[in-house]
C-alpha cells in the first residue's frame, strides 16, 4: 500500500472570502457551589483543590519572606536563587493538574513552581498505597493518610530542596526551581527559556500518539503570554496542528493529544503582551493562523479554578475523540514583578493590582466554598494550618539537608547507558513494503550515503522507537535521497515530513525522546543548526544534568556540511567546533562509509544526544562496508596511517586532504601519522597523545573556520600533556577566517588542501 497522497484540485481563484470561527471566551457559569449540590464534584475534590492552591501559596510567599529573613523558621538561611513568583496564578495550575492523571505530561516555565507542586500534589492524592511505598520507600512502614501525609511532605521538601540547591532537591541541586521536573508523575522539566518547552511538549505528545503504551495520555504545556510571541512556540502550534496526523496522508488518524495552555498574566517582563507588544485583545486568536478549527481555542478565567478544570475537561473530551490539539488562554495575573528586584510601579498602577486582588483565587476559593456550605470555617483552618506547618517542617529540612558535593560538580554531565537491549514490545518490527536495498559493487563497496541509509535501516529495523523525520525526508527521500524508500517500509508514523522549522524539529526530538522514544532529526544544513540552537544545545545537551540524572535524552540531529560546493556563506559551514564547545552534547563525524555506518548506530543506541555530522562531499566517496552487524565505539580515534616524523590530527572530509598531504610528504622522505578522531566529543586524547610523544610534531586539521575552532582545544592539550615530547610548536590548519564564498576560485582557497597541510607538516621539521 502507497503512503503516498497528493491533491490533484485544479486550481481555481474565484472571488471569495475566507472566514475565520469565533473564539468563545469566559464559557464557564456555574459555580462550585453549584457543581456540589449537583454532584459535579465531591467535597473531597473541593479541598483538594483549595489545598492545592494554599500549598503553591504558601510556598511563594516563603520565598517572598525568606528574601528579607522573615520567614522565621529559616531566618538564619541565606536563600539565593531565582525569585519569580506565580502568586496570583495558583488557581492555573491547580485548575489543569486537577483534572490530569498520573501518567499525563507536563511542561513548565521558569516561573513553575506553581505548576510542578500542583502536578505532584494531585498525583499523590491518586496514588495508591504501593505507588506511595514505591515513591518513598522509606515511608514503607506508614499505611493510609499517615502515609499519603508523609509523601506529600518529601514532596514540598524535594521542591524547596531543589529551590535552595540541595543534593536531595528533584533535580539534586543542578537545575535549580527554573528547572524543576518530576518525571516520576509526568513533570518533564520547567524551562527558563521562554517557551523552551513547549516544542518539547509537542514532542511527548508525538509519542502519546503513536505508542499503544502511552495512548490516553494527555499533554499540558504551560508557557506565559510573552512565550507566545516567540518563533519556537509558533513553530510548535503549526506543528500540532498538522493535517497529516489525521488526514488523508495518516496512518494513525488520530491528532496530538496536546493541550497548550497560555498563562496569560498579563506582563511579559515588564511589557504588556494586550496593548503594546502584541496586536491581538487575545491571545487565543494565535490558533486561528494554525488551524481551520482554531484548536479549539477558548479564553478562560483563569482566576477561577472551577472555570480550569472545566476548560480542562472539555479539552480532553476532544483528544479523546482525536480532534487535539487544543488551545486555551488563561487570563489571570501575577501579583508581583518579574523577579523580587522588580518594583513593578514603572509600569502598572496600585489601583489596577487592587482590582485583580478582588478576584485572588484562594480567598475567592475560600469563600465560595463557605457560602456554598461545603466545608465548615474550622475544617478551612485546619487545612490552611497543615500547609503551613508542613511548608515550614520542609523548608526547616531543607535548609539543613546536605549541599552537593563540589567534587561532583560535572557529575551527570553525560550518561554512561546504553540501548543494549530493546524492550520486547518494540522489537517486534513490522513493515508495509521490503527495504530498499543498498547495492554493492564486486569489492562489496557502498558510498557513506547509503552506509548511513543501511545503518538507520537495521537500527528501524531492530527498535520501533527510533523515528526518522526532518524536511522532505519521506515521498522525496530528503535533499540528498539518503532515506529514499524508508517511508514505504516503515510508514509516516516513522518517517515524515515536518514543516521548515529547525528549532521545533528537534525540540520535538527532545519531547519524544524524555518520554520513551529515540528520534533521529535531520536538518538539511548544518548551517540551520543555529535556528535550532537552543533546543540542541539549551535543552537536549542540558536535561540530564539539570535534572540530576532523571532523564535520558537518547537524539541524533544529522547535520550535512556543504563545503566545497559553492553553495555560499549560509549553506557551507562546520560548525561541529560550536556544539563541542556545549557540554551535554556529543559530537560525531565519521569521514568514510565503514565509520559512517558503524557510527550512525553508535549513535542511535546511546542515550545521550548527538549531533551527526555528514560532509556533503563525502556523500559519494566509496568503502567497504559489512552486510553484518557492527558499532563504531565513540570516544576511540582511528590511526588510518602510521607514522614517525609527525602526527596529523583530523577529522571528516580534512581525514581525505591530510591522507593525500601524507602521500606527497612520503614522496619526500617524510613518514606522517595520520589520526581520525571520529568524534569530537568524547574525544580520545590517549590516541592523540601517544602519537604525539612518539613523532614530536603534531598538525591538527578541519575544515572548521579557523578562528575559534576546537583544532585550537586540541592544540591546548597536546601542549599541556606533550610538552616535553615537542620537537616544534603545534600548528593548526583550517579554512580561512572570513565566509564561505560561492565563487569557485575563491572557495577553492578558502578551505584547506592537500598542500596546506603538508606545508604545515613542513614547517614543524
Known amino acids: 500500500m502507497s503512503n503516498n497522497y497528493y491533491s490533484d484540485s485544479a486550481p481555481c481563484f474565484k472571488k471569495a472570502t475566507i472566514k475565520l470561527n469565533s473564539i468563545p471566551a469566559y464559557q464557564y457559569d456555574s459555580s462550585v457551589a453549584a457543581e456540589y449540590k449537583a454532584k459535579k464534584i465531591t467535597k473531597a475534590?473541593?479541598?483538594?483543590?483549595?489545598?492545592?492552591?494554599?500549598?503553591?501559596?504558601?510556598?511563594?510567599?516563603?520565598?517572598?519572606?525568606?528574601?528579607?529573613?522573615?520567614?522565621?523558621?529559616?531566618?538564619?538561611?541565606?536563600?539565593?536563587?531565582?525569585?519569580?513568583?506565580?502568586?496570583?496564578?495558583?488557581?492555573?495550575?491547580?485548575?489543569?493538574?486537577?483534572?490530569?492523571?498520573?501518567?499525563?505530561?507536563?511542561t513548565s516555565t521558569h516561573r513553575g513552581h506553581?505548576?510542578?507542586?500542583?502536578?505532584?500534589?494531585?498525583?499523590?492524592?491518586?496514588?495508591?498505597?504501593?505507588?506511595?511505598?514505591?515513591?518513598?520507600?522509606?515511608?514503607?512502614?506508614?499505611?493510609?493518610?499517615?502515609?499519603?501525609?508523609?509523601?506529600?511532605?518529601?514532596?514540598?521538601?524535594?521542591?524547596?530542596?531543589?529551590?535552595?540547591?540541595?543534593?536531595?532537591?528533584?533535580?539534586?541541586?543542578?537545575?535549580g526551581g527554573m528547572h524543576i521536573a518530576d518525571f516520576r508523575v509526568g513533570h518533564l522539566g520547567a524551562n527558563a527559556i521562554v517557551g523552551g518547552g513547549v516544542p518539547i511538549a509537542t514532542g511527548a505528545a508525538m509519542t502519546c500518539r503513536i505508542d499503544p503504551a502511552y495512548q490516553g495520555r494527555v499533554v499540558a504545556t504551560f508557557a506565559g503570554d510573552g512565550a507566545y510571541a516567540n518563533g519556537v512556540v509558533l513553530e510548535a502550534l503549526n506543528w500540532a496542528a498538522q493535517d497529516q496526523f489525521n488526514g488523508p496522508l495518516a496512518k494513525t488518524k488520530f491528532g496530538l493529544p496536546l493541550i497548550f495552555i497560555i498563562?496569560?498574566?498579563?506582563?511579559?517582563?515588564?511589557?504588556?503582551?494586550?496593548?503594546?507588544?502584541?496586536?491581538?485583545?487575545?491571545?487565543?486568536?494565535?490558533?486561528?493562523?494554525?488551524?481551520?478549527?482554531?484548536?479549539?481555542?477558548?479564553?478562560?478565567?483563569?482566576?477561577?479554578?472551577?472555570?480550569?478544570?472545566?476548560?480542562?475537561?472539555?479539552?480532553?473530551?476532544?483528544?479523546?475523540?482525536?480532534?487535539?490539539?487544543?488551545?486555551?488562554?488563561?487570563?489571570?495575573?501575577?501579583?508581583?514583578?518579574?523577579?523580587?528586584?522588580?518594583?513593578?510601579?514603572?509600569?502598572?498602577?496600585?489601583?489596577?493590582?487592587?482590582?485583580?486582588?478582588?478576584?485572588?483565587?484562594?480567598?475567592?476559593?475560600?469563600?465560595?466554598?463557605?457560602?456554598?456550605?461545603?466545608?465548615?470555617?474550622?475544617?478551612?483552618?485546619?487545612?490552611?494550618?497543615?500547609?503551613?506547618?508542613?511548608?515550614?517542617?520542609?523548608?526547616?529540612?531543607?535548609?539543613?539537608?546536605?549541599?552537593?558535593?563540589?567534587?561532583?560538580?560535572?557529575?551527570?554531565?553525560?550518561?554512561?547507558?546504553?540501548?543494549?537491549?530493546?524492550?520486547?514490545?518494540?522489537?517486534?518490527?513490522?513493515?508495509?513494503?521490503?527495504?530498499?536495498?543498498?547495492?554493492?559493487?564486486?569489492?562489496?563497496?557502498?558510498?557513506?550515503?547509503d552506509a548511513i541509509k543501511e545503518g538507520l535501516m537495521e537500527e528501524m529495523m531492530r527498535d520501533k522507537r527510533v523515528v526518522l523525520f526532518g524536511e522532505d525526508v519521506a515521498d522525496y527521500g530528503g535533499a540528498f535521497k539518503l532515506s529514499k524508500g524508508l517511508l514505504e517500509s516503515f510508514g509516516r508514523d516513522r518517517v515524515f515530513n515536518t514543516p521548515i522549522s529547525e528549532a521545533c524539529i528537534c525540540g520535538a526530538a527532545v519531547?519524544?525522546?524524555?518520554?520513551?522514544?529515540?528520534?533521529?532529526?535531520?536538518?538539511?544544513?548544518?548551517?540551520?543548526?543555529?535556528?535550532?540552537?537552543?533546543?540542541?544545545?539549551?535543552?537536549?545537551?542540558?536535561?540530564?544534568?539539570?535534572?540530576?540524572?532523571?532523564?535520558?535524552?537518547?537524539?541524533?540531529?544529522?547535520?550535512?556540511?556543504?563545503?566545497?560546493?559553492?553553495?555560499?556563506?549560509?549553506?557551507?559551514?562546520?560548525?561541529?567546533?560550536?556544539?563541542?564547545?556545549i557540554p551535554g552534547t556529543y559530537v560525531a563525524y565519521p569521514s568514510n562509509p565503514y565509520d559512517a555506518k558503524g557510527m550512525i548506530k553508535t549513535a542511535i543506541r546511546t542515550n545521550n544526544p548527538v549531533v551527526f555530522v555528514e560532509g556533503q562531499l563525502l556523500y559519494n566517496v566509496k568503502g567497504v562496508v559489512p552486510q553484518e552487524e557492527y558499532l563504531i565505539p565513540f570516544g576511540e580515534a582511528n590511526i588510518v596511517r602510521a607514522g614517525d616524523d609527525a602526527t596529523i590530527v583530523c577529522w571528516g572530509p580534512a581525514v581525505n586532504d591530510a591522507q593525500k598531504a601524507a602521500d606527497k610528504l612520503a614522496a619526500e622522505g617524510v613518514n606522517v601519522e595520520v589520526i581520525d578522531v571520529r568524534t569530537l566529543v568524547p574525544f580520545d586524547w590517549e590516541t592523540v597523545f601517544a602519537s604525539v610523544r612518539k613523532t614530536g610534531r603534531c598538525v591538527v586539521v578541519s575544515q572548521c573556520v579557523d578562528i575559534g575552532s576546537f583544532t585550537g582545544e586540541v592544540v591546548s592539550q597536546v601542549v599541556a600533556n606533550c610538552f616535553d615530547d615537542l620537537d616544534a610548536p603545534v600548528l593548526k590548519v583550517g579554512a580561512k577566517n572570513g565566509i564561505a564564498p560561492q565563487a569557485i576560485t575563491l572557495e577553492k582557497v578558502f578551505l584547506p588542501t592537500a598542500d596546506d597541510i603538508a606545508n604545515a607538516v613542513k614547517a614543524t621539521l
Open 45 to 106: 475534590e473541593v479541598l483538594e483543590i483549595y489545598e492545592s492552591m494554599l500549598t503553591i501559596r504558601e510556598f511563594e510567599e516563603m520565598i517572598l519572606k525568606c528574601r528579607t529573613g522573615a520567614y522565621e523558621i529559616i531566618s538564619d538561611y541565606d536563600y539565593r536563587g531565582p525569585t519569580h513568583l506565580s502568586i496570583g496564578q495558583e488557581a492555573t495550575a491547580a485548575g489543569v493538574c486537577s483534572v490530569l492523571n498520573i501518567t499525563d505530561f507536563i
Open 511 to 581: 519531547g519524544m525522546a524524555m518520554t520513551g522514544y529515540r528520534p533521529v532529526a535531520e536538518l538539511m544544513y548544518m548551517d540551520f543548526a543555529l535556528m535550532a540552537s537552543d533546543q540542541i544545545a539549551n535543552q537536549a545537551g542540558k536535561w540530564h544534568y539539570m535534572t540530576g540524572a532523571s532523564t535520558e535524552v537518547p537524539i541524533v540531529v544529522r547535520c550535512s556540511v556543504g563545503g566545497g560546493k559553492g553553495y555560499g556563506g549560509q549553506h557551507s559551514q562546520s560548525l561541529e567546533s560550536m556544539f563541542a564547545h
Open 263 to 449: 498563562v496569560n498574566n498579563h506582563f511579559g517582563m515588564t511589557g504588556r503582551a494586550d496593548g503594546e507588544v502584541n496586536g491581538l485583545d487575545h491571545l487565543a486568536r494565535r490558533a486561528a493562523g494554525f488551524d481551520n478549527d482554531n484548536m479549539h481555542a477558548e479564553v478562560v478565567n483563569g482566576m477561577n479554578p472551577m472555570a480550569v478544570r472545566d476548560a480542562i475537561t472539555r479539552a480532553k473530551e476532544i483528544i479523546a475523540k482525536g480532534e487535539g490539539p487544543v488551545l486555551l488562554e488563561l487570563d489571570s495575573y501575577r501579583y508581583y514583578g518579574h523577579s523580587l528586584s522588580d518594583p513593578r510601579n514603572e509600569y502598572r498602577t496600585r489601583e489596577e493590582e487592587a482590582r485583580w486582588q478582588e478576584v485572588d483565587p484562594v480567598p475567592c476559593f475560600r469563600a465560595e466554598i463557605i457560602a456554598g456550605k461545603i466545608a465548615s470555617e474550622k475544617e478551612l483552618a485546619a487545612i490552611e494550618k497543615k500547609v503551613a506547618d508542613r511548608n515550614a517542617r520542609a523548608a526547616r529540612r531543607a535548609a539543613d539537608a546536605a549541599d552537593p558535593d563540589p567534587a561532583d560538580v560535572i557529575k551527570h554531565m553525560y550518561t554512561d547507558t546504553f540501548c543494549d537491549e530493546v524492550p520486547a514490545q518494540y522489537s517486534d518490527v513490522t513493515i508495509d513494503e521490503p527495504l530498499p536495498v543498498v547495492k554493492r559493487d564486486a569489492e562489496g563497496r557502498v558510498n557513506y550515503r
Open 114 to 175: 506553581g505548576d510542578s507542586i500542583a502536578k505532584g500534589f494531585h498525583a499523590i492524592k491518586r496514588m495508591s498505597e504501593e505507588d506511595m511505598k514505591a515513591r518513598c520507600p522509606e515511608y514503607a512502614s506508614l499505611k493510609g493518610e499517615e502515609l499519603r501525609d508523609a509523601v506529600m511532605e518529601d514532596h514540598v521538601f524535594r521542591t524547596i530542596a531543589e529551590l535552595f540547591g540541595k543534593e536531595d532537591g528533584y533535580g539534586k541541586g543542578r537545575g
